[in-house]
């Protein structure tokens, strides 16, 4: 249990943090989620919108330190390649 003050404080941004990159780490999910199904579906012009608005999500959380760069990379890129493969 924390003692000090500042321990104190730390706990709670731990906890206020910790909230928050939870909800953003769903809402990448989400988002992942969406374009995924959108290419299974087979409806290339839905998956297009969907992947686009992924891409804001993807590189939101990037930009906040929730994921890696690199990890928002490789998460762009595949899902280009799905909905490009759509053919």
Same mark, same amino acid.
């Given at each position: 249990?924390? /003692? &000090?003050? #500042?321990?104190?404080? +730390?706990?709670? #941004? &731990?906890? &206020?943090? $910790?909230? $928050?990159? %939870? !909800?953003? +780490? *769903?809402?990448? $999910? &989400?988002?992942?989620? !969406?374009? $995924?199904?959108? @290419?299974?579906? !087979? ?6 919108? @969907? %992947? ?7 590189? *939101? @959380?990037?930009?906040? !330190?929730?994921?890696?760069? /690199?990890?928002? *990379? +490789?998460?762009? *890129? +595949? ?9």
């Amino acid at each position: 249990m924390a /003692n &000090t003050a #500042q321990a104190k404080k +730390r706990v709670r #941004q &731990t906890a &206020t943090r $910790r909230e $928050r990159n %939870f !909800g953003l +780490r *769903s809402k990448l $999910r &989400t988002a992942i989620k !969406g374009v $995924r199904k959108a @290419v299974a579906a !087979g409806d290339k012009n839905v998956a297009e919108v @969907v %992947f686009r608005k992924a891409v804001s999500v993807i590189d *939101s @959380v990037a930009s906040k !330190g929730i994921i890696h760069k /690199n990890k928002a *990379s +490789r998460h762009k *890129s +595949r899902l280009s390649g799905a909905v490009k493969a759509m053919g």
